[in-house]
Nanobody, 124 residues
Framework: QVQLVDSGGGLVQAGGSLRLSCAASGRTFSSYIMGWFRQAPGKEREFVAAISWAGGSTYYADSAKGRFTISRDNAKNTLYLQMNSLKPEDTAVYYC?????????????????WGQGTQVTVSS
């Protein structure tokens, strides 16, 4: 089992940047595919980005491409999401998640472990 703790959210103006972190404890962090999802009020949870076990492959939602960067530091058991050029529509609770399989990484149903979420609010 792995425990995940999200942090780094906050209030930022449009065009600004934030870096989210997800600290993992428990079983070997490097054995999990890691992802970021978000959920805005009144909307379903949506995929943002994912990264393979050693970080060699990354996957992004169209809304995140060119603005967000997912990365991981397996020595520190930590996942990151660097978010630049933030827009008001990026406002949501952001969750990190972990899974074993690399198949269908955009599907939240395949993730076994979840962080508690961190609020990101982008003002216009």
């Amino acid at each position: 089992q792995v425990q995940l703790v999200d942090s780094g959210g906050g209030l930022v103006q449009a065009g600004g940047s934030l870096r989210l972190s997800c600290a993992a404890s428990g079983r070997t962090f490097s054995s999990y595919i890691m992802g970021w999802f978000r959920q805005a009020p009144g909307k379903e949870r949506e995929f943002v980005a994912a990264i393979s076990w050693a970080g060699g492959s990354t996957y992004y939602a169209d809304s995140a491409k060119g603005r967000f960067t997912i990365s991981r530091d397996n020595a520190k058991n930590t996942l990151y999401l660097q978010m630049n050029s933030l827009k008001p529509e990026d406002t949501a609770v952001y969750y990190c998640a972990a899974r074993r399989s690399i198949v269908a990484v955009t599907d939240d149903r395949g993730y076994d472990y979840w962080g508690q979420g961190t609020q990101v609010t982008v003002s216009s």
